[in-house]
């Protein structure tokens, strides 16, 4: 669906935020908006890298798996960020397939608008080489604690890496701020879902969290810091 020039959402997309009244106007001439189901596929890997996103409600989520179904990456997109950062400016394909992971709202642009627009505003475009640069640290940290030969460590790593991400303060717990379910954290620290689920079981014995639906209330974050120092 094509959007109107009145588009008050995107104020709130820091990515956007360097972009001049002129070139969010342009931006705004080839926006579109469409809505997705939970579950629903936004594109895979291969596909060509024909549109940017801009998640305005929902979540999203980002993997790549070989042919032998074994996870070989895993992200999350929380509203009001864009996706996907990998290949930009780069690469005609996407790296990684995108899926729905509640029902979404997002805005999309054709990349080679996007690109074109960024590109002559420089301090966009550090910003955009500044996120790169932060995701590229967070995966780094991951792939460190994956390797770790230690299951319970790489679980509670793994929790303090969402934590970081998606972790919003209430009261003197946090919330992550993310569905999740014990499945998805076995992904996320290369183990099985038995294990994760034996983990976090001692995990709320011990008080340090509780897991309501789908979402994980951190209740000693002093405790899971201590696991990435």
């Known amino acids: 669906m094509k959007l109107k020039n ?8 820091k990515i956007l935020s360097y972009l001049t009244e002129e070139e969010i106007q342009a931006f705004k001439n080839h926006l579109f908006q469409r809505t997705y189901k939970k579950n629903q596929l936004l594109f ?6 024909e549109r940017i996103y801009l998640l305005s409600t929902g979540y999203v989520k980002l993997e790549r ?14 509203p009001h960020d864009l996706f996907p950062y990998g290949g930009m400016f780069k690469d005609p394909y996407y790296h990684y397939s995108a899926y729905a992971l509640t029902d979404i709202v ?26 790169l640069s932060r995701i590229l640290e967070l995966h780094e940290k991951r792939l460190q604690t994956i390797t770790t ?3 319970k460590d790489r679980v509670e790593q793994s929790i303090t890496y969402l934590v970081e991400d998606f972790g919003i303060q209430m009261g003197n717990d946090i919330v992550i701020d993310v569905p999740m379910t014990i499945t998805e954290i076995a992904k996320i620290s290369g183990t099985s879902r038995e294990t994760a689920s034996h983990v976090f079981k001692e995990l709320r014995c011990d008080g340090l969290l509780t897991m309501e639906g789908r979402q994980i209330i951190v209740h000693d974050v002093e405790y899971f ?4 120092q």
């Open 6 to 13: 009145s588009v008050d959402d995107l104020s709130r997309f």
């Open 44 to 49: 895979t890997v291969g596909d060509p890298r």
């Open 65 to 78: 798996t070989n042919t032998d179904a074994t996870m070989l990456y895993l992200d999350y997109v929380k």
């Open 106 to 131: 997002v805005y999309y642009i054709p990349t080679k608008i996007f690109e074109d627009i960024v590109q002559t505003n420089k301090d966009q475009l550090l910003y955009i080489v500044y996120r």
């Open 149 to 151: 030969s230690n299951v």
């Open 225 to 228: 810091k201590e696991k990435v």
